[in-house]
């Protein structure tokens, strides 16, 4: 039965599913480290933390899944993209690993200038992980060079201005999540500045997802034709006019100071986001050159592979909603989880 499928569609349908549901769930988190910029009250702190303390290392679980699965099932994209974006995904991995110690250490400091300390880590994790998140996306769209199907080009290559932007579209976007969520799980005075903090970070995120996607058609005429040549204009033009409802639905539930629905809208903008970055690449997982099919391992390796991910990816799914599940509602001071 494996052997009439396409197996290599099937496995990069399931990793972009799994980078996604990273870029969804440990983004916020990721954004309420970022806050921690703009909320110095140690209560406030202690609130923020606590939201996402039981969710935020199963949130993880999607990178994980989403870089092994990428090694094992198309290891010439793996041998390529990682010689190519070294230095920014050392970076990432290195500040994800000071963020956890950060988080966990913060609440066993024995002084207030050592928890001041532990903040500014998991500020500082925080932002560099997601900073570095989109330098390696900016990274990818711009184009590896590869030669006799290795990379090519040098170290440096990665760093350009147009992944500088990335990395700053993504820590901004990351900062909305997390002050969206915020406003869902949280309430009183904490609540009220992440509205307004979401008001600004919600104008910051726009703007540079308009300057990302007309910057983006101008790397590669592919992209240029696909969004703006036909017929591939009929497929794309839905993107913008989604991204311009959900914004009038994202202001319309600050104003109407609803809880859940800018969280869901600033969601949908990543989710659109994903998708137009999908329509540009496709079929191609290593821009110019390398297509999914290209990458794939052997028939047998993604067969064998479908198989255990049948079994593993229903049990992530149902463990993340039994975690958001049992911790629902909202988060107050003195709440936690420790």
């Known amino acids: 039965m494996l ?20 870029v969804v769930l440990d983004g916020f988190d990721l954004g309420v480290g970022i806050l921690f910029a703009v909320e110095h009250d140690a209560t406030d702190r202690d609130v923020m933390v606590n939201s996402v303390a039981p969710v935020w290392d199963g949130n993880e679980t999607w990178l994980i899944l989403g870089g092994g699965g990428l090694m094992a099932v198309f290891p010439l994209a793996y041998a390529v993209i990682l010689p190519a974006l070294y230095p920014a995904i050392i970076a990432m991995l290195l500040a994800l690993i000071f963020r956890g110690v950060a ?13 001041l300390g532990w903040d500014i ?9 997601g900073f570095c998140q989109g330098l390696a996306l900016g990274g990818l769209l711009q184009g590896i060079k590869v030669e006799n199907r290795a990379y090519a080009g040098g170290w440096w290559d990665w760093l350009t201005g147009f992944t500088i932007l990335c990395g700053l579209a993504v820590v901004i976007g990351y900062a909305l999540l997390g002050a969206c969520w915020l406003i869902w799980r949280t309430e009183g005075e904490l ?8 008001r600004s970070l919600g104008v910051g995120t726009l703007a540079l997802i308009v300057v990302v996607s007309l910057w983006t058609p101008m790397l590669n005429p592919a992209f240029s034709q696909r969004w703006f040549g036909w017929p591939g204009i009929v ?17 319309r539930g600050l104003s109407l100071k609803h809880d859940v629905t800018p ?3 600033a969601l949908g903008w990543f989710v659109l986001c994903y998708a137009g970055l999908g329509i540009s690449l496709y079929p191609a997982i290593v821009p110019p050159s390398i297509t999914i099919r290209d990458a794939a391992a052997p028939p047998e390796s993604q067969g064998f592979l479908l198989v ?14 039994y975690a958001y599940w049992v911790f629902r509602g909202k988060v107050r001071p003195g709440m936690h989880y420790h």
Do not use: K, N
């Not at 988080?103 to 928890?115: M, Y």
């Open 235 to 251: 497929l794309t033009s839905p993107v913008p006019i989604l991204v311009a409802l959900l914004a009038w639905q994202f202001w």
């Open 3 to 22: 052997a009439s499928l396409d197996l290599p569609l099937i496995w990069a349908a399931l990793i972009a599913f799994a980078v996604l549901a990273y």
């Open 121 to 129: 880590a998991f500020f500082g994790g925080s932002t560099l992980a």
């Open 191 to 198: 609540q009220s500045r992440c509205r307004r903090h979401a």
């Open 308 to 321: 255990g991910a049948i079994v593993l990816v229903p049990m992530i799914l149902a463990y993340t909603g």
């Open 263 to 265: 969280f869901l809208c």
């Open 103 to 115: 988080f966990e250490f913060r609440f066993r400091a024995a002084s207030r200038a050592g928890r």
